[in-house]
């Protein structure tokens, strides 16, 4: 669960941007930036933003799974 906050500066330009991508991306600006920053950290060899990131896709997997048996009730 998040519960915590961070707060950081970014100029006009920057925050359009960021605001493009997300809405490219089909997601929040928040999530696009933390996926972001923990893609970095994974790229630059951080063990526990993989282990994040790995969490998050099983989480997501699992989602879709129960969604598609719910809509397909012949897969049950």
Known sequence: ???Q???????EEEKA??????KRAGMEVA????????MEM??????Q???IIGRRIGMK???A??????????LQ
């Open 5 to 11: 906050m961070m707060q950081f500066r970014v100029t």
């Open 31 to 38: 999530d696009y930036i933390r996926v972001c920053l923990l």
């Open 49 to 51: 933003a993989l282990k």
């Open 65 to 74: 799974l129960s969604r598609r048996l719910k809509d397909n009730p012949a």
């Open 17 to 22: 941007l960021v605001e493009k991508c997300a």
């Open 61 to 63: 997997a699992m989602d």
């Open 42 to 47: 994974v790229i630059d060899g951080e063990v």
């Open 1 to 3: 669960m998040k519960t």
